[in-house]
Every structure is written in C-alpha cells, then in structure tokens.
C-alpha cells in the first residue's frame, strides 16, 4: 500500500481534484470570460418628454410600463422606461441629494424602479452637466458622484445627461472634462447603468465619446416635422464609422405618433433610425397610441436590422439630389438596403448591387421589410419611392431566380397642375424590369381623382419588356375647372405576367399631384405663400429667417446693412422661385440685399412676369443698404425670382416681399395681420419678473429693434425667468392662432418660451417647450396656442388673456423686440 509523503490525504485529494476540474473545462472556460458589452445593441425604450415635456409622474411612467407588456414592445425589444427632466424638486435635500418631487412621484424613483423591474424593464433618469437643468431643476455639475450613487442606489439603470446651463468655456477639452466626470462616478457606484450622453453633437462627441458614454446625440433637439427629420438624417448618416457595440450615434429620441408627420413620414423614420443604428426610443403616448403607430414601432423585421449584433451603422452609398441609399452588413451576412426619398414628390431610387457590400452573384433575394414581399433583382436595387419615404429591403444572394416574382419599378414625374380647359398637366410614368428573365404582356394605368382624365399620348402596353428595359409613356392630365388648390394622388399600377407559368402580378406606386391656383385677393406676405418650385444653392430656401446653411431653419432674421426684417425669403445666388399667379395679380414690392452674415457678392436680383423681367437691381454690394424694388406683374400667370452672382452660394435675402392681387386699396392692410402686445417703444411697458428671487432685469435699448427703433434687453438668470407682465384689461385673441416675440442672443444662446394668464382666477397656461437660439444668433420665437396646455379642467379662453410671459435664461443677456398675436 502507497503511502502519501509529507502531504495529509485529505489534501491530496482536493489538488487532484481540483486540477482534474481543470483539464476536463473547455480551453474557452480556463480563463475568466470577458464581461458583457453594456449596449452592445442600441438601446430601445421610451422616453416622456417628446409627447409630455415637464408633465411627468409616477403614474404615466407606470402605465406606460404596462404597455409596453401589453402591447408586445417589450417582446420586441423595448425595454428601457425613461423618466425626463423636471422629476425632481427645484432644491436639493438637507443631505445634498435631489429629491424626487413628492407630488409627481409619491412613491419614489425608488418606487418606480422597482415597479418597472417586476415588469422585466429597466429604468431610466435624466441628468444635466450643468448647475441646472434645462428646465431649471438641481444640474449634477459637482455633484456627480452623490447623484450618481443616488440614481444606483433607487435601482436607476439609464442615464440621460443633458449639457444645458454648463458653465463651459465652449472648448471640446470642457466637454470631456465634464462628461468624463459623471462616467467615473458611474462606476464608482459598481451599478450598470446604460449612459446617454445629451450635448446635442456641440463637440463632436462621436470623435471622443467612445469609452466615455455608451451613445451620443449627434444633432439638436428633434422636433414632430417633416423638416426637422430630414435635417437630422442628413446630420447623422455620415457619422457610420463612429458607431458599434456599446457605442452608438444618436440623433434623438422618436417623434412616431404625435401626429405631426404623415404614416409615410413616420415608416422613414422608423426605417432610418434602423439603418443608422440609432436608439430607438419611443416619444410618444404609448396610453393612446393607434395601431398605426403601434405597427411602426413594432415591426420586428426592421428592429431586427436596428438590433443585429454586427453592431454597424449603415453607411452612405449614394447621396444625390435629395435621394440617398443606405448599405447595412448583417450577422447573417445577408445586407439592409434602404433607398430615402427625401425629395416632395415619387423618385426612383436605384443602387447597383456592386456598388454595395453584396458578394457578387447571378440575382438576389429581396424581401421588403414593411410588406413582406420577396422579389429578386439581377444586378440593380430599384423602386418607385414615395416623397418623404424609404423603401427598406433586406437582401441576399439568390441561386435560381426562376420561382420569384421579379422587381418592376414604377416610377413616374408630374409637373404644376392647372385647373380648367387650358391648363391640365403632363405626366410620365416608368415602368422598369429589374428581375432576371423577361416579363409580358405589361400593361400601364393611371388612376387619377374623380372628375380628371388621363389620356396616354404614347404606349402604354408593351409585349415583353427584358431585365433593365424601361417602358416610358407620357398622359395627358385634364383637371376641371374650379377644382380646389392642393394635393391630390395619382396612382399607377403595372400589370404583367412572369416566369415559365407566366403568373400574373402588378406592382405600384403612387405620385402626388400639386394643383396650383392664384391667390386670393389681398396684399399677402409673400413668405406665407408656398412656391411651386423653389432652387436654391446651398440648402433650403428659408422662409422668415436667412439662409443660414446647408440645413432646415438654420439662419437668423433676415439682416441688411444692420435693418433686421421679421418677414422675408433667405436664399443663395443661384437659386429660383416659382409662383403661380394666374394673370390674377398686380405687383410686387421688396427690398433686396445680400444678408449681413454673407460673404461674397455682388449679387444682382431679378424679378420675372412670365419670361420678362419686371424689376432688377443691378449688383449688389455686401454691406449695402436694402435695395427697393417694385414689379408690376399685371397679367402674368407666373412669377419668378432669381437671385445671381459669379459665384454661388452668397447670402440672398428678399426681404418683407409683399404681393398684391386682385383689386384691392394700396393701403389694405398685409395679411397676415399681426397684433402688437408689446413693442417697447415707449419703454419696458411695466415689463417685470414673475419669480423675483430667481432673478433678471430688464430695460429698454435701441440695439435690436425689428418694429419701432426700440427692443427690450434683458439680463437672465442662469435658470431663467419668466418676464412680462398683467395687462391693464383683459385682451381679446380670438382668431389668432400663434405668439410670436423677436430675438437676439447675446454672448450666451438662450432658450425662449411662452406663456399666458387666463380668466378672472388668471390661470397660468404654458408649452412646456420651447425654442434654443445660439450665442449671437436671432429668431422669432413662436408657440401656436394649440400647443400651450392649461391645468386640468381649465380652458385657454383666447378671449380673455390677462397677462403675458416670456422665459429667458442663461444667465446672458437677450435682446427681443415685437411680443405679437397672429
């Protein structure tokens, strides 16, 4: 019998065993594994502040958790419910820790957390590198580790952290600084917790973010319109390299469902979050959501592109004339393939296949991700997309083409429709092969509305049309007389048949008519009238403000030689507008000028009746004072304006066009018509604070003025107040629909706010959102009444407003001018 040396038997066995258990793991399991990536897909969730703003409590959030189980989101991978700002109480505890606001959350963050937890959701909170919040709430600026270990310990698992009232001297080095803070806090508190980074892309983050946040806005804030969607994909779409797993660009929360976008508008949303990879966090009442709404953000193909674990944006493949395509790799090796429209009417947006990441083969698999439909193309991605829509195809390569349906792409294009037996239009429809093998027997429709004829003027039949042939055919439209100004569709459908079994199959698409009529009678703002076509060389043209740049609503107010205008028409030399007048208009008066922020020039401006130059002002210098012009337009069915220069891309402004229609007195008054509430000529006119300990003064100053010579210049506090003040009789406002008051920031950008007292118990009724306006920079401030909100069970009595408010803050001072009803 072996007898054990040295070494007791008890202790014997237990190495061996243990060094047993040790060769008999896998290699993989020998070292310890590496820790899950936080995020290592972008986020899904909600968030309350798009469609609720300050209106946060204990029980929206709890409902909407309930929801999301409901409703299946959660199955579809939403997960994380997002409380915003304005949670807590305007003053920290005794202790130094921010109080949630025992009112809106009786029962705690705490509370929630643990009620979103037993649903199997995560909870989010919002935060601010700053001194305060953007809606003066305690900011974490040095206090970041005491809040977060606050937010860890109420069981927080998302951190939203805003940059308003930062304190920064503007340097990127600052914005590290401050949001590296809270990310060491972070960890400190050994909680995972997701980290959203909300500087709204001021310094590049994504060339810094990495490692510090686990995704960051890359834009400003999103708004529920067609304009601010299309700018922020065009911010957002080249950043691709930037993002991956546990590092995600983010161009803001979702606006789906609040009822400011059309169902075609929302699907390109819903479809470019996804192929951006961004977070998909909804914005809307989940409480009241339609199933519209619901199918949108519940279409688990598209999550599935969002969510794929390869973690890549979709990058830029093509970006021309307002249609974009998008090129996504995916775990599987299959490719997302987006085609955008962002353009105002139907496009065909093409992509040859080897122009994307596919591997080469002889056709491909495409299987649209919002019908369904699997098609197969030989060499060329195409469809007839929507204006505002992108068709999303997920694709891959296909061996034998023969059993699927070919891609036919209708398209088509749709000039200016005028009503009556002279006027009418001219379409042109498309119709392109994009399968393997040939299809037969093609047939084209045009299907227009009631009352309208369209008669083909060339073949609308084609007996085999091969892989990549287009039939072509050009209609006749007649519009009847009287019918109204607007957008009516126009559907086109392709009837053919395919394949060995020759089965039949038609494809579709839809192209919005613009029927164009003259203006009513009246002198009218010529900004507040839309413009058939409109050209311009750097961005958009830009109504009311000048053109600032490449995005939407990016200028200032219109400025010529120091003349601030609040109506007008910033374009770019190089740029033409289309009006149509219907021989019904008489003249138009402007001034002109190249826009104090421009640079270049001379610029010469034209104004065209028809094809005849009515009025033009010769070069224009920068610098030089506005330039009057008047146009008699008297029987001209178009107007045209064109600015130009040598070079192009100068700052252009027609400053306050008026036009003029019918017969009608030259002093009629210009519609719309405003009415003055406060133009500061003869003073502050009693304007006062509405908190006095928070701060602010104000006084009466020649240096901004947009009406009069005199503007207000007010000294904000950090966190802002309220200025304005009781009106000496109640003032009646029915029939306006807006407020609006000018602008100026000074060396600090400011946000501006409106809001209104009501009734004899003066009521206070306010939007809860408001309008940011960079250092420097100038904008009118508007708040349609539609969108200021009351108690509950009170009333905005426009009739009977008896004071007015504006909120300023930033601890800057502000200029504004002209606090007007329209």
């Given at each position: 019998m072996m007898r054990n040396r040295g070494r007791p038997v008890a202790a014997l066995v237990s190495s061996l065993a243990l060094v047993w258990s040790f060769l008999a793991l896998p290699a993989a399991a020998q070292a310890a594994p590496p820790p899950p990536t936080l995020a290592a897909t972008p986020p899904m969730g909600f968030n309350n502040w798009n469609a609720f703003g300050c209106d946060v409590n204990e029980r929206l959030i709890k409902e909407t958790a309930d929801v999301l189980v409901s409703s299946g989101l959660k199955d579809a991978g939403y997960r994380y419910v997002n409380i915003d700002d304005c949670w807590s109480l305007r003053e920290r505890g005794p202790d130094g820790r921010l109080v949630p606001d025992p009112a809106k959350f009786p029962g705690g963050i705490e509370g929630v957390a643990d009620y979103v937890h037993d649903k199997g959701l995560k909870l989010g909170i919002y935060g601010d590198a700053g001194t305060k919040t953007c809606a003066g709430y305690p900011g974490s600026l040095g206090h970041e580790e005491l809040d977060a270990r606050t937010w860890a310990?109420?069981?927080v698992d998302y951190l939203k952290y805003d940059n308003c009232n930062n304190q920064s001297d503007g340097s990127q080095e600052d914005y590290i600084r401050r949001y590296t803070a809270m990310r060491q806090a972070l960890d400190k508190t050994g909680r995972v917790i997701v980290y959203s980074i909300c500087e709204w892309g001021t310094s590049q983050p994504w060339t810094w973010a990495k490692g510090i946040g686990h995704?960051?806005?890359?834009?400003?804030?999103?708004?529920?319109?067609?304009?601010?969607?299309r700018s922020i994909i065009r911010q957002n779409a080249p950043l691709a390299p930037y993002a991956g797993p546990g590092h995600w660009n983010d161009p803001d929360m979702m606006e789906i469902g609040n009822g400011g976008m059309t169902a075609t508008e929302y699907r390109t949303h819903m479809s470019m979050w996804a192929m951006m990879a961004a977070p998909l966090i909804?914005?809307?009442?989940l409480r009241t959501a339609s199933a519209e709404t619901l199918s949108i953000l519940g279409n688990r193909a598209l999550i599935a592109i969002d969510q794929d674990r390869l973690g890549v944006q979709g990058a830029v493949v093509s970006d021309e004339n307002g249609l974009m395509v998008l090129d996504k790799p995916l775990a599987n090796g299959d490719r997302a393939i987006a085609l955008y429209n962002s353009t105002d009417t139907l496009a065909t947006v093409s992509v040859a296949t080897a122009g994307t990441g596919l591997r080469p083969a002889g056709a491909y698999r495409l299987t649209d991700v919002w019908s369904g439909a699997e098609t197969q193309?030989?060499?060329?991605?195409?469809?007839?997309?929507?204006?505002?829509?992108?068709?999303?195809?997920?694709?891959?390569?296909?061996?034998?083409?023969?059993?699927?349906?070919?891609a036919v792409a209708v398209g088509a294009e749709l000039g200016t429709v005028v009503p009556g037996p002279t006027g009418g239009g001219t379409l042109t429809t498309t119709v392109t092969n994009r399968g393997v093998g040939t299809i037969r027997d093609l047939s084209v429709a045009a299907h227009v509305p009631e009352g309208w004829t369209a008669a083909p003027l060339s073949s609308a039949e084609r007996a085999r049309l091969a892989t990549d042939t287009t039939l072509r055919t050009t209609w006749?439209?007649?519009?009847?007389?009287?019918?109204?100004?607007?957008?009516?569709?126009?559907d086109i459908t392709a009837s053919y048949r395919w394949g060995p079994r020759h089965r039949p199959a038609t494809t579709s698409s839809q192209i919005i008519?613009?029927?164009v009529t003259a203006p009513e009678d009246g002198r009218r703002h010529l900004s507040t009238i839309s413009p058939v076509t409109s050209a311009n060389a750097t961005g958009p043209v830009e109504a009311d403000q000048s053109?600032?740049?490449?995005?939407?609503?990016?200028?200032?107010?219109?400025?010529?030689?120091?003349?601030?205008?609040?109506?007008?028409l910033g374009t770019t030399t190089g740029s033409e507008l289309r009006y149509y007048l219907g021989g019904r208009c008489s003249r138009l008066v402007t001034d002109v000028g190249l826009d104090d922020e421009a640079q270049g020039g001379p610029a010469t401006f034209t104004v065209y009746a028809d094809d005849t130059a009515a009025a033009t002002s010769g070069p224009v210098a920068a610098g030089e004072a506005p330039k009057p012009l008047t146009a008699d337009l008297t029987g001209a069915a178009w107007l045209r304006l064109v600015a130009e220069s040598p070079t192009s891309g100068t700052h252009t402004d027609w400053a306050k066009p008026v036009l003029t229609c019918g017969d009608v007195p030259d002093d009629s008054p210009i519609l719309p018509q405003s009415q003055t509430l406060f133009s500061f000529e003869s003073g502050t006119e009693g304007f006062t604070i509405a908190n006095p300990g928070d701060g602010g003064t104000?006084?009466?100053?020649?240096?901004?003025?947009?009406?009069?010579?005199n503007g207000l210049a007010v000294s904000t506090p950090v966190a802002g107040n309220w200025f304005g003040r009781t009106l000496a009789a109640p003032v009646d406002l029915s029939g306006r629909t807006m407020l609006k008051f000018d602008l100026k920031a000074g060396d600090v950008g400011t946000v501006g706010e409106i809001a209104v007292q009501v009734g004899e118990s003066f009521t206070w009724c306010q939007g809860g959102l408001w309008t940011w306006t960079n250092p420097h920079s100038s904008r009118t401030v508007t708040e349609r009444f539609d969108q200021i909100s009351c108690p509950v069970g009170v009333t905005l009595d426009r009739s009977d407003i008896r004071a007015v408010w504006v909120f300023l803050n930033t601890g800057g001072e502000v200029l504004i001018d002209d606090i007007r009803a329209e």
């Open positions: 310990d109420w069981g995704l960051w806005r890359t834009t400003g804030d999103i708004s529920d319109n067609w304009a601010s969607l909804i914005g809307t009442d193309v030989k060499s060329t991605i195409s469809a007839g997309v929507p204006a505002h829509g992108t068709v999303v195809y997920r694709v891959r390569p296909l061996r034998d083409p023969a059993h699927v349906a070919p006749r439209l007649n519009v009847p007389a009287g019918t109204p100004a607007g957008h009516y569709p126009v008519a613009t029927v053109n600032g740049g490449a995005l939407e609503n990016d200028g200032n107010l219109i400025t010529i030689a120091g003349h601030v205008y609040q109506r007008g104000v006084t009466q100053s020649p240096s901004f003025h947009t009406e009069g010579a």
